[in-house]
């Protein structure tokens, strides 16, 4: 996926990580989360139907047993001073 955004520049920003200390019944089964962020909703509907975006689909779900997909307006309620990184080896 890194590769993708990387690819397209209609996406403003992605950011992703695995679930480090979550319960089961609050995850459902869901390990891992991804957020992209576009300026606007014409840059989403043109990078959901980009052909690498496409293709990527195509063979990240056949690798999936389920997913959960939003699409929604943020609303940043407070932003972040630094990026902090959790490591779960």
């Known amino acids: 996926m ?4 990387s690819e397209v520049d209609l996406v ?3 950011e992703w990580g695995k679930d480090v200390e ?3 019944k609050l ?5 891992h989360a991804f ?5 606007k909703k014409e840059d989403y509907v043109a ?3 980009h052909p690498n975006h496409v293709e990527f689909s195509a063979t ?5 047993e389920k997913i ?15 990026s902090t990184t959790f490591s779960n080896n």
């Open 27 to 31: 995850r459902q089964g869901f390990t």
């Open 60 to 64: 990240f779900s056949v690798a999936i």
């Open 12 to 14: 403003k920003s992605l």
């Open 35 to 39: 957020l992209m962020t576009f300026d």
């Open 68 to 82: 959960i997909l939003l699409d929604f307006p943020a609303v940043l309620v407070k932003a972040p001073k630094s």
């Open 47 to 49: 990078f959901a139907g």
């Open 2 to 5: 890194e590769k993708l955004v």
């Open 22 to 24: 979550g319960e089961e």
